[in-house]
């Protein structure tokens, strides 16, 4: 079953704007950690913000700041006064208690001058 | 503190030849994590692996794939035989015991011909 979606596959802002891009778990672990990583076209995968499970307020990095509605099994990354260097690909990731991580199949983001 | 190393970052193999793979986790970090991303898709969990131990290798394809965390040394990704549907990125992430983070090198990207 998949655990991760996200159903973006790509998504445009106009620079400055800010964006939310979509992301749905499932699990029924009672313990367990959300994730964003940004992969530019260098290929790197960088750690964007993390969200646990039992955290009360929402995870914010920086212009990222994470959407978690815990109810609604969503985790959606917000990025506010986009930058032409945002474009790239994003995936969310969750952490289980076992501690395997699974990843979304991303979305890429172009942001528009 | 250096990063999570990877090498080679480019892997060019014959098919039915051998390709191995290797990762230098950062220092102090003793999990390891596989993950394999084909060309526009996510990012798909392969092996976990502590020192001497893999604790979870429930994504790697039963034949032909192994790998290893040796006391000392970096850990290997070994394909033996590889096929053309091999070809894809190879990533490696460490972290701290069970850690909020995974930190990603910059992959290995190997082609079979």
């Known amino acids: 079953a998949q655990k991760i979606t996200q159903t973006q596959p790509g998504m445009f802002v106009q620079e400055k704007e800010a964006v939310t891009l979509d992301c749905t778990y499932d699990t029924s672990d009672p313990s367990y950690g959300l994730f964003w990583y940004k992969q530019p076209s260098s290929g790197e995968m960088i750690f964007l913000i993390y969200?646990?499970?039992?955290?009360?307020q929402n995870a914010t990095e920086g212009r990222y700041s994470l959407n978690f509605q815990k109810a609604r099994k969503s985790a959606n990354l917000v990025i506010s006064a986009s930058q032409l260097g945002d474009s790239a690909m994003y995936f969310c990731?969750?952490?289980?208690?076992?501690?395997?991580?699974?990843f979304g199949t991303g979305t890429s983001l172009t942001v528009i001058p | 503190n250096a990063g999570v190393m990877q090498n080679p970052r480019h892997l060019v193999r014959r098919r039915g030849q051998e390709a191995r793979l290797r990762c230098s986790p950062m220092?102090?970090?003793?999990?390891v994590y596989w993950y394999r991303q084909l060309p526009e898709e996510g990012l798909k969990f392969m092996v976990y692996?502590?020192?001497?131990?893999?604790?979870?290798e429930s994504g790697m394809p039963k034949e032909r794939f192994s790998a290893e965390f040796p006391k000392e040394g970096p850990s290997i990704l070994r394909i033996q035989q590889v096929v053309r549907g091999d070809s894809a990125a190879y990533f490696c992430a460490s972290s701290p015991r069970q850690s909020n983070e995974q930190f990603f090198g910059p992959g290995t990207r190997l082609t079979v011909l």
């Open positions: 692996l502590q020192k001497e131990n893999i604790i979870d």
């Open positions: 220092k102090g970090h003793s999990h």
């Open positions: 969200q646990g499970s039992y955290d009360q």
């Open positions: 990731a969750m952490r289980n208690t076992g501690n395997q991580f699974y």
